[in-house]
Every structure is written in structure tokens, then in C-alpha cells.
């Protein structure tokens, strides 16, 4: 099947003669993407750790995994435009120079490392936070599946990391072998790259799904209303997109390597989307804090004051017995006030969502009742 970095001379011959004035191009588009959602997952990742240490003062091993997984989703971000913009990856592979090729390579192999990092603390933020939250909700069965996932994840980094380092020998040859010159003349040899590729994007996107569905399990334990399990389940349902992106990716990848050889021109699908799908991983992951966030700046001042305190007192009491005397009884508000404040409380490792409802709600008929009985 023809495609791949080598193309035969038969092929070159054929590819038209270079255009440096006018070359067709992708356009902008890769500093659009890198712009717009990478600086969303990054304001979100950062409002998630606001949240989870600032504001709960229980920042976790998932939160500290999600924040080195900006160092490498911050360098995806980075390269990706540079290759698109200033070693023409968003032209076609007749359109640039060698040196220019040699260069698109080279940030490759570098936006393919911060691809697998990103992508590898991630999931593994996402499944320490699953497993952090369902110590007391679902079964030991459950946990261990959570465990054998991180697990796979963790190969799955490490395999792929040590595969990119000894792709080649020598290892710059991983750049250089773009030049027919340096082809001919030089001896190396290098992995099949292709199937390295597509690999390590299937394997991702099956972890993704993975990651995806285990919420739908877990929400099922939690005890909370079934309007408020359906919006958490939602919240989490946003990474499906990063696996339909990942199948996308998978496509374009077969394409470069296996059914075209305009490298530089498929290139540029392919790490578009890498990065697409790393910004939205990273937004979804978040998301559920960022929800926090809200709720408690919501909160009227002098209440939120009463929580914080509470937080830090030594009583006895559950924290959701704390909160529930924090907030005033319904005869004693004012018509006002908000008219439902959600609380999200972390009571050890599980999550209880505990709703106050003003006059004429459910809850409040339902204790007026019970105590006219009493």
C-alpha cells in the first residue's frame, strides 16, 4: 500500500514544482485551535485546582496529576503551531524545502512525547479521582477495575515514551531520514512508525472510553437526586468527544503512513487533533470542580463565611451535619434569597450532594409535615 516518509522517485517526479509565493496552505487554523480550546482547558484546569485547594482545601493525587498534565498539554499547545506556522506543515510536502521537512520532524517528536504524557496524566487524574470518590459508594470490584485502569495507563505512558527514544539508531534519524540525501548515503534503522502511531491513538481512545462510561457506573451508587445524577453524568460524558476525535485521528494517521506521501500536508490533521483531543480530556477532567467553583460563589457572603469556618473547626460532627447548621432554617430567610443553595460536600473519600431548598419546596414540606406529626 503506498504512502509513508519515503516516497519513490517515480512519485516525486510527479509532484508539481514548488510554489514558495503562494503555496496552498490549512490556513490559521492550528493557532485557532491551540488558542481557543487549549487556553479553555488551561483556565479550567486552574480554576479545578482553585477549587479543590483553595476553596475545599482537599486537593488530591488527582489534582496534582492534572497539574503536570499542563507542562506537557502547554507544550503541545506551543508546538503544534510552530510546526504548522514555521516549518510548513500546513503545506504540501512539494511546497517546502528540506530543511524545512527536517524541522517539522523534529518538533514532531516532540509534540509526540507531550501528546502521550498529557494524554497519560489525564486519564490517570480522572481514574484517581473515580477511585477517590467511591471508596465508600460502590464495590471492592469496582475499585479494582479503577486500579487495573491506572495501571494500563501507566504502562501505556511508559511504553510509548521509551518507544519514541528508541525509534531510531541512530536517533537522529528520526528527523533526518526525511532527507533523500541523507537516505542514500547514511545506514540507521527505525520502528515502523505508522503502526506506532495508530497504535498508541487506539489504545488511547479505548482508555478514554474506559474513563468515559465508569461514571455512568459510579453515579448509579451515589445517593443523590436523579436530575442531579443526570447533569454530573453529563458533566463527564463531554470526553466521549475526545474518543470520536481520537477515531478521527486514528484515519488521518493511516492516511500519512499508509495511503499518501504528502507528509507534511496529513501531518497537519493529525496533530490538530491531538491537540484538540488533549484540550478537551483536560476541560472534562475538570469540569466537576469547576461546578464547585460556581456553586460556592453563588453562595450568599455570610454564609459561605459560616462554611469556611466550619471547615476549619474540631467538631465531631459530619461535615453535612456542619453545613446543614450553617444554613438557616426557612422561616428565618429572607423572600430574597437564592432560592436553592447546592452544596458539594467530600465526606472522607466519598461525595454526598446534600440540596437546601427555600419555602415551598419538596424537602421543606416534607419537614413541616413530619414535625406537625411529632
Known amino acids: 500500500m503506498p504512502g509513508g516518509l519515503h516516497p519513490p522517485l517515480s512519485v516525486i517526479e510527479s509532484w508539481p514544482a514548488p510554489n514558495t509565493v503562494n503555496p496552498e496552505s490549512h490556513g490559521p487554523a492550528a493557532i485557532v485551535v491551540a488558542a481557543v480550546f487549549g487556553g479553555i482547558a488551561f ?101 479494582a477495575l479503577i486500579w487495573v485502569s491506572i495501571g494500563s495507563v501507566a504502562a501505556y505512558s511508559l511504553a510509548f515514551v521509551l518507544a519514541l527514544f528508541l525509534s531510531c539508531r541512530p536517533l537522529r534519524a528520526f528527523w533526518r531520514q526525511i532527507d533523500p540525501v541523507w537516505d542514500l548515503t547514511h545506514t540507521y534503522h527505525c520502528y515502523n512508525e505508522g503502526a506506532h502511531l495508530i497504535a498508541a491513538t487506539s489504545i488511547s481512545l479505548a482508555q478514554d472510553l474506559l474513563a468515559t462510561t465508569l461514571p455512568a457506573v459510579f453515579c448509579i451508587r451515589l445517593h443523590m437526586r436523579r436530575r442531579q445524577k443526570v447533569a454530573l453524568t453529563a458533566v463527564f460524558s463531554v470526553g466521549y468527544l475526545t474518543a470520536v476525535i481520537a477515531g478521527i485521528r486514528i484515519y488521518f494517521l493511516w492516511r500519512m503512513f499508509y495511503a499518501s506521501y504528502d507528509g507534511s500536508w496529513m501531518a497537519w490533521y493529525c496533530w490538530v487533533l491531538a491537540l484538540l483531543e488533549v484540550a478537551l480530556a483536560a476541560t472534562s477532567a475538570s469540569l466537576p470542580a469547576v461546578k464547585v467553583f460556581f456553586r460556592w460563589y453563588n453562595v450568599p457572603s455570610s454564609l459561605a463565611g459560616k462554611i469556611r469556618s466550619l471547615k476549619h473547626s474540631n467538631s465531631h460532627s459530619t461535615p453535612t451535619e456542619q453545613l446543614r447548621s450553617a444554613i438557616p432554617r426557612p422561616r428565618d430567610r429572607q423572600s430574597g434569597d437564592t432560592d436553592q443553595y447546592l452544596v458539594t460536600v467530600e465526606a472522607g473519600a466519598g461525595m454526598e450532594l446534600e440540596s437546601f431548598s427555600s419555602p415551598g419546596s419538596e424537602r421543606d414540606e416534607a419537614h413541616k409535615a413530619t414535625s406537625e406529626k411529632t
Open 43 to 143: 483556565v479550567t484546569v486552574v480554576v479545578r485546582l482553585y477549587a479543590r485547594c483553595i476553596i475545599q482545601h482537599q486537593g488530591g493525587i488527582d489534582d496534582i496529576l492534572i497539574a503536570l498534565a499542563l507542562l506537557p498539554t502547554l507544550g503541545l499547545i506551543i508546538a503544534v503551531p510552530i510546526g504548522t506556522e514555521v516549518y510548513g506543515e500546513k503545506h504540501h510536502t512539494w511546497d517546502n524545502s528540506v530543511a524545512m521537512l527536517i524541522g517539522e520532524r523534529k518538533v514532531a517528536a516532540a509534540s509526540e512525547l507531550f501528546y502521550v504524557l498529557a494524554s497519560g496524566l489525564i486519564k490517570a487524574s480522572v481514574l484517581l479521582f473515580y477511585r477517590r470518590m467511591s471508596q465508600r459508594t460502590v464495590s471492592p470490584r469496582f475499585r
